[in-house]
């Protein structure tokens, strides 16, 4: 599995941003998807996850009713929306996949990196202030 992240850029505080990343290779439908993030140096984070099974979400307490996950199955993609965008926001955002076929009800599950099996190269963003 091959994964692409793109979508970053400078913004201003206040302002959004769509992450998107593509999947490719050998994916199947029975994969969740999650977005982390790496600040200047910080330790990798967990933002966002979509699980492969009826579409539950989960998400860092920090990003919550600012960040919405979501996911594309036809175009193999899942996106970011990054709205009201704060300056410690600013990281590099990798997206990740498990392809375990795990269905999890427990959300700190998926807030582990080690669960996650595909990394992409990440995407940087910078929020000014």
């Known amino acids: 599995v091959q994964l692409q992240a793109f979508g970053g850029g400078l913004v201003q505080a206040g302002g959004s941003l769509r992450l998107s990343c593509a999947a490719s290779?050998?994916?199947?439908?029975?994969?969740?998807m999650g977005w982390f993030r790496q600040g200047t140096g910080k330790e990798r984070e967990f933002v966002a996850v979509?699980?492969?099974?009826?579409?539950?979400?989960y998400s860092a307490d920090s990003v919550k009713e600012r960040f919405t996950i979501s996911r594309d199955n036809a175009k193999n993609t899942v996106y970011l929306q990054m709205n009201s965008l704060k300056p410690e926001d600013t990281a590099v955002y990798y997206c990740?996949?498990?392809?375990?076929?795990?269905?999890?009800?427990?959300?700190?599950?998926?807030?582990?990196?080690?669960?996650?099996?595909?990394w992409g190269q990440g995407t940087e963003v910078t929020v000014s202030s």
């Open positions: 990740a996949a498990n392809v375990r076929g795990i269905a999890s009800s427990d959300g700190s599950y998926y807030g582990n990196s080690q669960t996650y099996d595909y």
């Open positions: 979509i699980t492969w099974y009826g579409g539950t979400t």
């Open positions: 290779g050998r994916t199947s439908r029975r994969t969740t």
